[in-house]
């Protein structure tokens, strides 16, 4: 979509309106009006010149005055107080101009011209609508502009649609004398253009001189062009067409014709659109359309039908109708052209086309003032190719914009390109190109173009990293225009052909190179190369951790570097564990794999580890007082359990008995047994054999730690006995629900598992629990009833308490203090 607007504030103006110059009074009393569909004559006029004349009316198409250049008539055709001798002479191509001062329809600057020959030059009077109860009168006249000049005066509106530009030209000389009218009035101080022919005098026959006075100075409608016609009454004559400046009044690059056609040259008229000039001549009844650009004859029209002895044509006007009129002198009719912008004779030249009702017409007619119209720019872009390889040319195409004042900037994918900022653009990239320009004459507007796109045949080859991949590369060709070949190691057929691929596991630096080829040129190509670039950091290795003691379990840790920040654990039951510390359960082997965020490289490495658990001792009376009172042949045999990897040693009283899994005791004693594994773990227990034996009063131990945390050690409670045949453990909580019931149904030198601390698989919470248990003695039958609690904390101390069985109820009892630990 195409936009353009105004950063200028416009002040609101009551612009001339078509209106203005709806009524012509001119030659020997003739007048027309076009106030109505066609124009209709006037008869009511008092004007009487032979060439120069003006006229306005108001907005409203009422007539308003109208002069000679040397009085001025009112709208009721009396002369206007006081607007006589205003020193302009009817004998004068151009001897009066009317221009409203700031767009007022009330007052007005009236230039009149003398002819050369006079003394008194260009003056100028002040005509103020609002005196003579609306008649108009004169503030003040006679205000000399400039001396002795040639005939000529025209006006062009400045760029704002509010000032004006009144435009003189010397005689004897190129000067133009461009004079400003603005919000202070006429500025007496003219700017200067030396520029074009030099309006002189010629040397006829007999000597005599001839004056190269005569002839319209005309603007086009749109306020850039000034066309001049200059010649003589006898012999002479040629057509100037100047470029205008209507932003600075500047007068540049004249482009002459001098030719038989401008012999005489004396009419001129703009078409409407400003491309033909129509010129007409003192010596030739015909009328000469003229290409504004080039300025060469694109037509001659011949006039029809004149009945008097005037060798050529008069002034041409454009009229508010949009028609152009002329005056054959002496005639009571003007000619019309009726589609001036047609080329030839389809401009439709009508010789006799408005009736004068009898007034007679004679070289002039009045001007009439064109507004500057502001209208939708226009900027069109197109694409050549003028042959070879990637040899293309953008133009652009420029409507109701003043080239003088413009800002060019070409865009391809809507990035600016450097230096593209002319009219015309010669693209290096594949891309979608555009065109805005920016006028900066009165009005600050913009207009962006059309959208082009543009293929070349080239290349612009990208290596991209991919994260995370360890020297994985994204190779792009970004190609146009083409087929595409890639070479390089990794690149094999058929994605050697692909705009974009990945190639892998680069270490170092490796060179990629891309061609493209015009399929229907293979001297056209494109082709470059691009560098990939990784190098992976150096592999991980984990460090064998250093034991400090025997354990079932070993806590090995890596340390993180700059290069690997990441670890993921195989243990040796085929689970998997992720950081930087695992704890090991078991001896094995344990792979590690480092891995690097940034760069996505990985590093394997593997960890060997031997666990040194604490030997377990099966002692059959495991710390049970015993005797040797049912013994057959006077020794008891002791059995420490058979332990893998171990050295046994029995001491008593700081003595050692034995080396090997068995002992015999032949006495009372203390024995102790101690075991040593290979790697220095230890483990020790101790019996004690005492002469009373009958009858043996049963006994229970509990061990001093009870640790269910799943670490491997101490898990359940063990209870062990000695005396008892059979023991059963019921556990409530304290809402007497119950938690656990189990019953030792054989005696076991290990000792009798129980409790685990948890309830249908989840371990219990914190609190108090009730237990009891019953057993049955070796010695005493019957069942052994016993009630307690146990305080549940987080780890569990339970003190044993041996208590013999009594005679009345046969009672096995312990007691528990700590707690059961939740996992």
Same mark, same amino acid.
Request: hydrophobic share 35%; with cysteine.
């Given at each position: 979509?195409?936009?353009?607007?105004?950063?200028?504030?416009?002040?609101?103006?009551?612009?001339?309106?078509?209106?203005?110059?709806?009524?012509?009074?001119?030659?020997?009393?003739?007048?027309?009006?076009?106030?109505?569909?066609?124009?209709?004559?006037?008869?009511?006029?008092?004007?009487?010149?032979?060439?120069?004349?003006?006229?306005?009316?108001?907005?409203?198409?009422?007539?308003?005055?109208?002069?000679?250049?040397?009085?001025?008539? $009112?709208?009721?055709?009396?002369?206007?107080?006081?607007?006589?001798?205003?020193?302009?002479?009817?004998?004068?191509?151009?001897?009066?101009?009317?221009?409203?001062?700031?767009?007022?329809?009330?007052?007005?600057?009236?230039?009149?011209?003398?002819?050369?020959?006079?003394?008194?030059?260009?003056?100028?009077?002040?005509?103020?609508? $609002?005196?003579?109860?609306?008649?108009?009168?004169?503030?003040?006249?006679?205000?000399?502009?400039?001396?002795?000049?040639?005939?000529?005066?025209?006006?062009?509106?400045?760029?704002?649609?509010?000032?004006?530009?009144?435009?003189?030209?010397?005689?004897?000389?190129?000067?133009?004398?461009?004079?400003?009218?603005?919000?202070?009035?006429?500025?007496?101080?003219?700017?200067?253009?030396?520029?074009?022919?030099?309006?002189?005098?010629?040397?006829?026959?007999?000597?005599?001189?001839?004056?190269?006075?005569?002839?319209?100075?005309?603007?086009?409608?749109?306020?850039?062009?000034?066309?001049?016609?200059?010649?003589?009454?006898?012999?002479?004559?040629?057509?100037?067409?100047?470029?205008?400046?209507?932003?600075?009044?500047?007068?540049?690059?004249?482009?002459?014709?001098?030719?038989?056609?401008?012999?005489?040259?004396?009419?001129?008229?703009?078409?409407?659109?400003? $491309?033909?000039?129509?010129?007409? *001549?003192?010596?030739?009844?015909?009328?000469?359309?003229?290409?504004?650009?080039?300025?060469?004859?694109?037509?001659?029209?011949?006039?029809?039908?004149?009945?008097?002895?005037?060798?050529?044509?008069?002034?041409?006007?454009?009229?508010?109708?949009?028609?152009?009129?002329?005056?054959?002198?002496?005639?009571?009719?003007?000619? #019309?052209?009726?589609?001036?912008?047609?080329?030839?004779?389809?401009?439709?030249?009508?010789?006799? #086309?408005?009736?004068?009702?009898?007034?007679?017409?004679?070289?002039?007619?009045?001007?009439?003032?064109?507004?500057?119209?502001?209208?939708?720019?226009?900027?069109?872009?197109?694409?050549?190719?003028? @042959?070879?390889?990637?040899?293309?040319?953008?133009?652009?195409?420029?409507?109701?914009?003043?080239?003088?004042?413009?800002?060019?900037?070409?865009?391809?994918?809507?990035?600016?390109?450097?230096?593209?900022?002319?009219?015309?653009?010669?693209?290096?990239?594949?891309?979608?190109?555009?065109?805005?320009?920016?006028?900066?004459?009165?009005?600050?507007?913009?207009?962006?173009?059309?959208?082009?796109?543009?293929?070349?045949?080239?290349?612009?080859?990208?290596?991209?990293?991919?994260?995370?991949?360890?020297?994985?590369?994204?190779?792009?060709?970004?190609?146009?225009?083409?087929?595409?070949?890639?070479?390089?190691?990794?690149?094999?057929?058929?994605?050697?052909?692909?705009?974009?691929?990945?190639?892998?596991?680069?270490?170092?630096?490796?060179?990629?190179?891309?061609?493209?080829?015009?399929?229907?040129?293979?001297?056209?190509? #494109?082709?470059?190369?691009?560098?990939?670039?990784?190098?992976?950091?150096?592999?991980?290795?984990?460090?064998?951790?250093?034991?400090?003691?025997?354990?079932?379990?070993?806590?090995?840790?890596?340390?993180?570097?700059?290069?690997?920040?990441?670890? *993921?654990?195989?243990?040796?039951?085929?689970?998997?564990?992720?950081?930087?510390?695992?704890?090991?359960?078991?001896?094995?082997?344990?792979?590690?794999?480092?891995?690097?965020?940034?760069?996505?490289?990985?590093?394997?490495?593997?960890?060997?580890?031997?666990?040194?658990?604490?030997?377990?001792?099966?002692?059959?009376?495991?710390?049970?007082?015993?005797?040797?009172?049912?013994?057959?042949?006077?020794?008891?045999?002791?059995?420490? @359990?058979?332990?893998?990897?171990?050295?046994?040693?029995?001491?008593?009283?700081?003595?050692?008995?034995?080396?090997?899994?068995?002992?015999?005791?032949?006495?009372?004693?203390?024995?102790?047994?101690?075991?040593?594994?290979?790697?220095?773990?230890?483990?020790?227990?101790?019996?004690?054999?005492?002469?009373?034996?009958?009858?043996?009063?049963?006994?229970?131990?509990?061990?001093?730690?009870?640790?269910?945390?799943?670490?491997?050690?101490?898990?359940?409670?063990?209870?062990?006995?000695?005396?008892?045949?059979?023991?059963?453990?019921?556990?409530? $909580?304290?809402?007497?629900?119950?938690?656990?019931?189990?019953?030792?149904?054989?005696?076991?030198?290990?000792?009798?598992?129980?409790?685990?601390?948890?309830?249908?698989?989840?371990?219990?919470?914190?609190?108090?629990?009730?237990?009891?248990?019953?057993?049955?003695?070796?010695?005493?039958?019957?069942?052994?009833?016993?009630?307690?609690?146990?305080?549940?904390?987080?780890?569990?101390?339970?003190?044993?308490?041996?208590?013999?069985?009594?005679?009345?109820?046969?009672?096995?009892?312990?007691?528990?203090?700590?707690?059961?630990?939740?996992?």
């Amino acid at each position: 979509m195409s936009l353009w607007f105004s950063c200028f504030l416009w002040l609101p103006v009551q612009a001339q309106s078509i209106k203005s110059y709806a009524n012509w009074y001119f030659g020997n009393g003739a007048g027309v009006t076009f106030n109505s569909s066609t124009p209709q004559a006037l008869t009511d006029g008092k004007l009487i010149s032979a060439e120069g004349c003006a006229s306005m009316s108001d907005g409203n198409g009422q007539l308003l005055f109208y002069t000679n250049g040397s009085t001025i008539w $009112n709208r009721n055709h009396a002369v206007m107080l006081g607007a006589t001798g205003l020193g302009g002479n009817s004998q004068s191509t151009q001897s009066a101009l009317i221009v409203p001062y700031q767009n007022s329809d009330k007052q007005f600057y009236v230039f009149s011209v003398a002819t050369q020959n006079q003394n008194t030059g260009i003056q100028y009077a002040y005509v103020d609508m $609002n005196l003579n109860a609306g008649l108009g009168g004169l503030t003040y006249k006679n205000k000399l502009l400039l001396g002795a000049s040639s005939e000529k005066i025209t006006v062009i509106k400045h760029c704002n649609n509010l000032n004006h530009w009144v435009i003189t030209h010397d005689f004897g000389s190129n000067t133009f004398r461009v004079y400003l009218i603005n919000d202070n009035g006429l500025i007496l101080t003219p700017a200067l253009y030396k520029v074009g022919s030099t309006h002189q005098s010629l040397a006829g026959a007999g000597h005599s001189t001839h004056q190269q006075n005569k002839g319209y100075m005309k603007p086009s409608h749109d306020g850039r062009k000034l066309a001049v016609a200059v010649s003589d009454s006898i012999q002479s004559g040629f057509l100037e067409v100047f470029d205008f400046d209507n932003k600075t009044g500047a007068i540049s690059n004249p482009v002459k014709l001098e030719s038989a056609e401008t012999v005489g040259a004396y009419g001129l008229e703009f078409s409407p659109d400003n $491309n033909l000039l129509y010129l007409s *001549s003192m010596f030739s009844k015909r009328i000469y359309q003229i290409n504004v650009a080039g300025l060469s004859v694109n037509a001659t029209l011949p006039v029809q039908g004149q009945t008097n002895t005037s060798p050529g044509i008069g002034a041409l006007q454009i009229a508010p109708d949009g028609r152009i009129y002329g005056t054959p002198p002496g005639e009571d009719y003007l000619l #019309a052209i009726n589609q001036p912008n047609q080329p030839g004779t389809g401009c439709g030249l009508v010789s006799q #086309a408005v009736n004068l009702s009898g007034s007679k017409a004679r070289a002039g007619l009045p001007f009439l003032l064109d507004e500057v119209l502001v209208l939708p720019p226009e900027v069109s872009i197109s694409l050549k190719k003028p @042959g070879g390889c990637n040899n293309f040319l953008l133009e652009s195409k420029i409507a109701n914009l003043d080239p003088n004042y413009l800002i060019y900037q070409w865009y391809v994918d809507d990035v600016a390109v450097a230096g593209g900022n002319k009219s015309t653009l010669k693209p290096d990239k594949t891309g979608t190109y555009k065109l805005k320009i920016r006028e900066t004459k009165c009005q600050d507007r913009q207009q962006t173009s059309n959208d082009i796109r543009v293929v070349l045949v080239e290349a612009n080859p990208t290596a991209k990293l991919i994260p995370d991949s360890c020297g994985t590369f994204l190779l792009n060709a970004h190609a146009s225009g083409g087929a595409i070949q890639w070479t390089g190691t990794g690149i094999m057929p058929p994605r050697d052909q692909l705009d974009s691929l990945t190639v892998s596991k680069i270490n170092g630096s490796q060179t990629y190179r891309v061609r493209v080829t015009d399929p229907d040129d293979a001297t056209c190509f #494109a082709e470059k190369q691009v560098t990939a670039t990784f190098s992976p950091p150096a592999p991980f290795q984990v460090t064998t951790p250093t034991r400090s003691g025997c354990g079932d379990t070993l806590t090995v840790q890596v340390s993180p570097t700059t290069n690997w920040n990441t670890f *993921s654990w195989q243990l040796p039951n085929g689970s998997t564990a992720t950081g930087t510390t695992v704890l090991a359960r078991q001896s094995g082997l344990y792979p590690v794999t480092a891995f690097n965020a940034s760069s996505g490289c990985t590093s394997k490495d593997t960890l060997a580890v031997t666990l040194h658990p604490i030997p377990t001792l099966q002692l059959g009376q495991h710390q049970i007082d015993t005797c040797l009172a049912n013994t057959s042949n006077g020794y008891l045999e002791l059995n420490a @359990g058979s332990i893998p990897d171990v050295t046994y040693t029995w001491t008593s009283d700081g003595k050692v008995l034995g080396t090997t899994q068995f002992l015999k005791a032949y006495s009372y004693a203390t024995y102790a047994i101690t075991v040593r594994t290979s790697a220095g773990c230890l483990a020790s227990d101790s019996v004690r054999i005492t002469p009373r034996c009958p009858p043996v009063r049963p006994a229970v131990y509990v061990p001093g730690a009870f640790t269910p945390n799943q670490d491997g050690m101490n898990e359940v409670l063990v209870i062990y006995s000695s005396g008892a045949a059979q023991m059963t453990l019921t556990v409530y $909580n304290r809402w007497g629900e119950l938690l656990y019931k189990a019953t030792d149904g054989t005696s076991s030198p290990s000792g009798w598992a129980t409790w685990d601390g948890t309830y249908h698989g989840q371990p219990v919470m914190s609190g108090v629990y009730a237990y009891k248990l019953e057993g049955n003695g070796v010695d005493y039958p019957g069942r052994l009833p016993k009630r307690g609690s146990l305080r549940w904390f987080g780890k569990v101390l339970l003190l044993p308490m041996l208590t013999h069985i009594n005679s009345s109820n046969s009672l096995l009892k312990w007691v528990a203090i700590g707690s059961f630990p939740k996992r």
